[in-house]
């Protein structure tokens, strides 16, 4: 199958850490260009989790919005169905004679939504191998875990941190159902060719600044009601899916809720958490050399909109 596709529109990208304002500058690039927005981000996919994942809620939506409330919490997901999914939407906006701007700050989600990524078997759900080793880190431990690979692909070993069970295991996998390592995957990733047009734009907040938004964004979150959400996902029976280790926000506040940290810890360790993920994602994201950077430390969502807008003009009429 070809990887590659023709739209009449390229895929406007804007991507970023969490709270540097994507959500706010997409819906305004989609409503000044007639668009529809499609979120890269692998929590927004879960119903019920909306507040902790700063999805932008129906009544606030300005266009119409893809990728949001696509499972329930807990249900696997990956970046190989959400390619797929991506790409239908894409196809889907274009036919409507609208621009897919694709909004998110998951660096592999974006990367496979636009990148000719070609994702074997063994990133599908339900993979033996996986629950082999998955279950061997859940009884020996992560570092345990990691020294294993370390004797078999020391290489690869090297590249991850040894609690990085998920990537661990993802090694494992390769080694095993792909005949390939996951170091040589990551030294070719940088060479991986684009399979669908895109512009793409990343919004810069310098991080002291974003610090401090990060810690008034979840200062919000507690306000409007992130631990009455938690709650009642907990009581519809999604305690596996919110204290899973990606789910920030969640996890924490399931830890305040059981007795075993007060609030007051939670709120701290959730503001911890996202700064960290923040850092990821800036890293992930500073090595991709095609992103246009906008500078977004006013926060001002009109102004970064004008600057992107401005730069695909200047694009198309190259």
Same mark, same amino acid.
């Given at each position: 199958?070809?990887?590659?596709?023709?739209?009449?529109?390229?895929?406007?990208?804007?991507?970023?850490?969490?709270?540097?304002?994507?959500?706010?500058?997409?819906?305004?690039?989609?409503?000044?260009?007639? *668009? $529809?927005?499609? !979120? +890269?981000?692998?929590? /927004?996919? =879960?119903?019920?989790?909306?507040?902790g994942t700063g999805k932008v809620?129906?009544?606030?939506?300005?266009?119409?919005?893809?990728?949001?409330?696509?499972?329930?919490? *807990? $249900?696997?997901? !990956? +970046?190989a169905l959400f /390619?797929? =999914?991506?790409?239908?939407c894409f196809s889907e906006i274009n036919s409507r004679g609208n621009w897919p701007i694709l909004a998110g700050g998951t660096g592999l989600y974006v990367r496979a939504a636009i990148d000719a990524y070609d994702f074997p078997s063994g990133e599908q759900v339900e993979n033996?191998?996986?629950?082999?080793?998955?279950?061997?880190?859940?009884?020996?431990?992560?570092?345990?875990?990691?020294?294993?690979?370390?004797?078999?692909?020391p290489a690869s070993a090297a590249v991850l941190h040894p609690n990085n069970v998920r990537r661990v295991v993802r090694a494992f996998e390769m080694l095993e159902c792909e005949q390939t390592t996951y170091a040589e995957q990551l030294k070719n990733l940088s060479s991986i060719e684009q399979a669908v047009p895109a512009l793409f734009f990343g919004l810069y907040v310098d991080p002291e600044i974003l610090k401090a938004r990060i810690d008034a964004r979840v200062d919000r979150m507690v306000e409007t009601g992130l631990v009455e959400e938690v709650e009642g996902l907990l009581s519809k029976?999604?305690?596996?899916?919110?204290?899973?280790?990606?789910?920030?926000?969640?996890?924490?506040?399931?830890?305040?809720?059981?007795?075993e940290i007060s609030l007051d810890q939670a709120i701290e360790d959730i503001k911890l958490a996202t700064r960290r993920y923040a850092k990821r994602q800036r890293t992930w994201f500073r090595k991709d050399v095609r992103i246009k950077w906008i500078d977004?430390?006013?926060?001002?969502?009109?102004?970064?909109?004008?600057?992107?807008?401005?730069?695909?003009?200047?694009?198309?009429?190259?």
């Open positions: 199958m070809s990887m590659h596709m023709c739209l009449e529109r390229p895929v406007i990208c804007i991507v970023g850490p969490t709270a540097s304002g994507k959500s706010d500058a997409a819906q305004l690039v989609a409503r000044r260009l007639g *668009g $529809e927005v499609v !979120s +890269a981000d692998s929590m /927004q996919i =879960y119903r019920g989790m909306d507040i809620l129906p009544e606030e939506r300005l266009v119409p919005h893809h990728g949001l409330d696509l499972i329930d919490p *807990g $249900e696997p997901y !990956s +970046a /390619q797929a =999914y991506s790409r239908t033996p191998v996986r629950e082999r080793y998955t279950t061997y880190a859940n009884e020996h431990g992560p570092q345990a875990l990691w020294e294993l690979l370390n004797e078999i692909d029976g999604f305690r596996e899916g919110v204290t899973a280790p990606q789910a920030i926000g969640y996890k924490e506040i399931v830890r305040a809720l059981e007795g977004a430390d006013a926060g001002n969502a009109e102004d970064a909109a004008c600057q992107i807008l401005a730069h695909i003009d200047g694009a198309l009429h190259e």
